[in-house]
């Protein structure tokens, strides 16, 4: 039979087409994104009745927060520097995550890079350019940050400690040590009642990017999560971890490295978070002290999920939510409500999302062999 | 909506500020209902929002992050603030410096930090107060109310303002008898509730049985000490209501007064202070009511203190005496003035405070 023929006694709908492969090609793609936005809507819908119910308008809420996350160019700028942070501790659970671990202590990560990069900047101070002192810190806080989650990824594969307690536990440990540091062998002796590593000097500082109120630390997010799309869609480690993610035992009989896997991926994921410290004290604090316990190892967690571990979806989450994050300000100060206003909005939507990964596979309509020739 | 009129731009908020009303923004670190450190500047907040010309706003739970920044500048581009109030420790260095830098044109008062002339913005300040001098009259209290002779502290940080107040609760209490001794507990975390307890339980346990502390939020510690048992002094702000019957006194902040005397000035185009400190006699530092259980010799003594204090003349820390490790720290001959500038550096527990700063 000729093509034509064939076409001729087919039903219209499923005749192949031009379109065919690029429905099945949206198919597959739009399944992410229409469960997500729905998940979101839903979870809006839920928010609006709590503000209901609390005796405020819904609309006007909204509004409200459009005008303090995205409503001007300084609100643009506010919720992006809030986004950047945010970027680099997501990506600390979005990689472990593709190995099927779940790692939630970030924050330690983060807050013994900043220390690491406080503690190295203080012999290079005045002897090398403040460029390669910057280079320097980085380089210490992504050691120290992969170490300190190569270690639960360790403990995890040589002694089949769970990961998600054990990199929890770390991060207080973490906290306990920066808090030992600074106020013993690290402190600055003129900084009394905030004890402090000694402050890096205006011209040692990361500084904006240029013509914003936005500091350097925002392009580096995004070109971490850039390069960790690559590395897990692009490169053989990423397939070996995407296969080891699937099944650990199929791994193993493939002859796949998983102890190394596990090792390797923990220790980058710690580097980024490490590197989120390390960017905290070089372009906000300006040394290391209690202050870069900020919460954004746990507020990394939640992007990531709400990212479903696609190191790309994690850019436009964390500037969602950074946005979100940057409205509470004004929220607190037009309408009088509570700053957990935003934490109940968060909570909210990351349970519907978690609840809607049940729906992935349960719609026809996104499942690629339907827009395929039968 | 309605907020179109009250995000004037810059230009017209400058050229119609005589008229207009002053915008004065407060940042809290915490919730603003904490029954400590927040709440006490939240209720200096309150008293400013009765002032005439004045609209206030206010921000709670913001971190000493790039958050502090951006809630700054936001009040003073969305809401045309032209005071702060920016009230954590933390928020000082960089992010009042650093803000203040960008914006000139607006006045920022901290809470607490050290402002020093050339090496800070001239458009910062720093304001605290003496409450030590709180705590000493505490110590008063508890005094007369240890029957073991023991009395606790939980303390957040080794660091001097809380070091003066551990050292003055058991100054005050040993002006009553000398022989009592304070334990003190660090909890190394300025809130950090399940610490508070584990502290305040060990204390009761080991025998203290008045509990005073300097954390954020007393309530934890109040609740605590007063659920086993203990007597208690507040801190911050008032905190009788949670234990009215075990509520001794307490040394609150009275920020109305200070944040009123800013408006004021700013109101009237003065200049405002760039270091301002006070104590009991200033009306920066009040007493909590005594509660019902302070008997009347000892309501006695603390009245007796109280008006010593408030002539300007006390020191809380005269010679001769001795850090709990023996070593000299005021010569005999020897007192500090409320506002004595080593005061503000003080790193050492005295004898009798049980405990160690590292």
Known sequence: MTVEAENAVLPIAIRPSPFRPFLEWTARRAEPVVISLGAVLVGLALFSLFILAIGKSPVQLFQVMYTGAFGSWFSIQNSLSRAAPLLLTALCVALPARLGLIVIGGEGAVVLGGVAAAATALPLVGTVSPMLALLAMAIAGMLVGGLWVGLAGFLRHYRGVNETISSLLLAYLAIALMNQLVEGPLRDPASLNKPSTSPLPAEYMMGDIPGMTLHWGLLIGIGACILSWVLIELTSFGFAARIAGGNVRAAQIQGLPVGRLIVGFTAIAGSFAGLAGMIEVAAVQGSANASIVTGYGYTGILVAFLARHNPLAIIPVAVLLGGLEASGGLIQRRLGLPDATVMVLQGTLFVVILLCETFYDRFKVFNPDLWKRS | ?358
């Open chain 2, 1 to 358: 909506m309605g907020f179109a009129a009250s995000a004037v731009p810059g230009f017209m908020a400058s050229s119609a500020l005589a008229q207009a009303e002053l915008a004065v923004g407060f940042i809290y670190v915490g919730p603003k209902d904490d029954y400590g450190y927040n709440q006490a500047h939240a209720e200096g907040a309150a008293v400013v929002k009765a002032l005439p010309g004045v609209t206030v706003i206010e921000e709670e739970n913001v971190a000493e992050t790039v958050d502090v920044q951006k809630s700054m500048e936001s009040m003073i581009n969305l809401d045309g603030a032209a005071l702060l109030f920016p009230t954590s420790f933390g928020y000082f260095d960089p992010h009042v410096l650093a803000t203040a830098a960008k914006n000139p044109d607006t006045l920022f008062r901290h809470c607490g930090g050290l402002w020093q002339e050339g090496k800070h913005p001239a458009n910062t300040g720093s304001y605290f107060g003496y409450i030590h001098q709180g705590q000493f009259l505490n110590g008063v209290a508890a005094g007369h109310a240890s029957k073991t002779k023991k009395i606790g502290f939980v303390a957040a940080k080794p660091i001097p303002q809380v070091l003066q107040n551990v050292n003055a609760f058991l100054l005050g209490a040993r002006s009553v008898d000398p022989s009592i001794t304070c334990q003190v507990i660090f909890t190394g975390e300025w809130s950090l509730a399940v610490k508070e307890a584990e502290a305040t339980n060990a204390l009761v346990d080991q025998g203290a049985d008045v509990i005073t502390c300097h954390v954020d939020s007393p309530k934890v510690v109040v609740e605590t000490a007063a659920g086993r048992g203990a007597f208690v002094c507040g801190y911050h702000a008032n905190q009788s209501p949670l234990a009215p019957e075990k509520y001794l006194t307490g040394a609150e902040w009275a920020w109305g007064n200070v944040y009123s005397n800013f408006v004021k000035s700013a109101q009237n185009g003065e200049k405002l202070g760039n270091f301002v400190r006070g104590g009991l006699k200033d009306g920066f530092v009040k007493m909590s009511p005594l509660g019902t259980a302070v008997t009347e010799p000892a309501r006695k003594q603390f009245e007796t203190t109280f008006t010593e204090i408030m002539t300007g003349k006390f020191s809380v820390f005269q010679g001769p005496l001795k850090d709990n490790k023996g070593n000299e720290v005021v010569g005999a001959s020897q007192a500090f003035a409320e506002d004595a500038i080593e005061l503000e550096s003080m790193a050492y527990l005295v004898e009798g405070v049980v405990g160690s700063t590292s």
